[in-house]
């Protein structure tokens, strides 16, 4: 029982990062609320989504932040970084231009928090397979060289959206227990 205690206080603060438009909101509305808005607008963002996660029978709380659009302006604060274990730095597949900016984005994770935060890069929207503009290797790729964990996923069909939230979730469990 007091094991069970003090996994259930673990709060893991998790943000998501990347380019406007990439999936973000709808992924955290997907995994937090299994919820998906076609036609979303930056607004639709909350600050944060606190989110119960099953990890080896326990329960831990990702305490998930989301930009809520101020990454169209490139004002993401400090303040939203600061304490982060975690992040999932987010592409559109359908976009090469979101993918290019992957290196600004870990760049700016870096500055703002430490350097150990457990970051998988998330290439969304993998239901438009008409429209892809990055191959899954590129996207593999690039993890390996960067030393990070690496999903496709779709918000819309809901691919992996779960296990990108538990890969990042579970690693920075087993890096504090
Ligand atoms: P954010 O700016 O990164 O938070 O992106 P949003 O979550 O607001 O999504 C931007 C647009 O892409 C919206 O119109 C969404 O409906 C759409 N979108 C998000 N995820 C997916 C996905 O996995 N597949 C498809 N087809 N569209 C998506
Ligand atoms: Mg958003």
Known sequence: AFEQQVTEDYLFKIVLIGDSAVGKS????????????????????VE???????IKGKEVKAQ??????????????SAYYRGAVGALLVYDV???????????WLDELHTHSDMN????????KSDL???????????KSL??????????TS?????????????????IYEILS
């Open 26 to 45: 709808n992924l955290l509305a997907r995994f937090a609320r299994n919820e998906f808005y076609p036609n979303s607008k930056s607004t639709i963002g």
């Open 48 to 54: 944060f989504q606190t989110q119960k996660v099953m």
């Open 64 to 77: 998930i932040w989301d930009t809520a659009g101020q990454e169209r302006f490139r004002a993401v604060t």
């Open 94 to 104: 359908t976009r090469r231009k979101t993918f290019d900016s992957v290196a600004r």
């Open 117 to 124: 935060v457990v970051t998988i890069l998330v290439g969304n």
């Open 129 to 139: 397979k008409g429209s892809r503009e990055v191959a899954t290797s590129e996207g």
């Open 143 to 152: 993890a390996e060289d960067r030393g990070l964990f690496f999903i496709e």
């Open 155 to 171: 918000a819309l069909d809901s691919s992996n959206v779960g296990a990108a939230f538990q890969t990042v979730v579970r690693e």
